[in-house]
């Protein structure tokens, strides 16, 4: 099969989506735009489209032959992606195996505390509202999301963290803690979506403690291509 692109859907902080001549599939458009603070900060990092679009497809195969249903259909070119169209349930749930980010600032704890269990957090995916921390019961109350598909999203979150953490490990790269989404299939299938990279997940040289990842726009810490670079080729070997 081959996806023609039609009309653009939607324009998000970091991916454009267009429809294709497959109702059931769509195509995203990574791009090199980079926001953090929910939009206040904007800049560039030059190649991270390719960079994102590329190790999310591999880190997607790596997760769909440990079991984990994911977006993903085919690759398309260096920035553009196949994957099934979907209704992204709008929760962000978030993982955490070391304090880091908002969780050492809201607690007033350090970065850098391995935890004994991960952690499991979700907010409620709405940017005029700074996207708020809710627990399952209001994601319920607010009609976000059932009880049955929180507990499926629970149980896959944790899957992907064990995956990803053996993944990454063997390749010297600690996983901090990282944001995902999930959407529906239209036969109400729940799926892993959007994007697992530097942009959403905290990355730590395994050694060295160095950060790999978005946190080095988010905090002008200067060398942001080359952390990505840097994590794409430890992953992929490219
Ligand atoms: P946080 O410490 O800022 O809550 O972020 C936790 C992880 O989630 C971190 O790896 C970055 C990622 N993340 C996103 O991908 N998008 C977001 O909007 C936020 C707030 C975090």
Redesign the pocket.
């Known amino acids: 099969m081959t996806y023609e692109k039609k009309e653009q859907m939607y324009e998000g902080k970091a991916k454009k989506v267009y429809t294709t001549n497959d109702p059931d599939v769509v195509i995203v458009d990574y791009k090199d735009d980079a926001t953090a603070l929910?939009g206040k900060k904007k800049g560039t990092i030059v190649g991270k489209g390719v960079i994102n679009n590329k190790l999310t497809n591999y880190l997607m195969q790596v997760l769909e032959k440990q079991g984990v249903p994911t977006h993903f259909v085919s690759e398309l070119s260096d920035r553009e992606t196949a994957v099934k169209k979907v209704t992204i349930v709008p929760l962000?749930v978030?993982?955490?195996n070391i304090s880091?980010?908002?969780?050492?600032?809201?607690y007033g704890v350090d970065e850098g505390i391995v935890f004994a269990h991960p952690t499991i957090?979700f907010?409620y995916k709405c940017d005029e509202l700074d996207?708020p921390l809710l627990n399952h019961y209001h994601a319920i109350a607010l009609k976000l999301a059932t009880q049955e598909e929180i507990d499926l999203i629970t149980e896959l979150s944790f899957k992907i963290d064990e995956v990803l953490c053996a993944f990454f490990k063997d390749v010297g790269v600690t996983l901090?803690?990282?944001?995902l989404e999930f959407g529906k299939t239209s036969d109400g299938k729940i799926v892993l979506a959007d994007e697992i990279s530097p942009?959403?997940?905290?990355?730590w040289d395994a050694k060295t403690g160095e950060k790999l990842?978005?946190?080095r726009f988010?905090r002008d810490m200067g060398g942001v291509e080359d952390a990505y670079q840097e994590i794409m080729r430890r992953v992929m070997g490219a």
């Open positions: 929910n962000e978030i993982i955490r880091a980010g908002h969780f050492a600032s809201r957090e907010s996207d901090v803690d990282f944001k942009d959403t997940c905290r990355l990842d978005k946190d988010r």
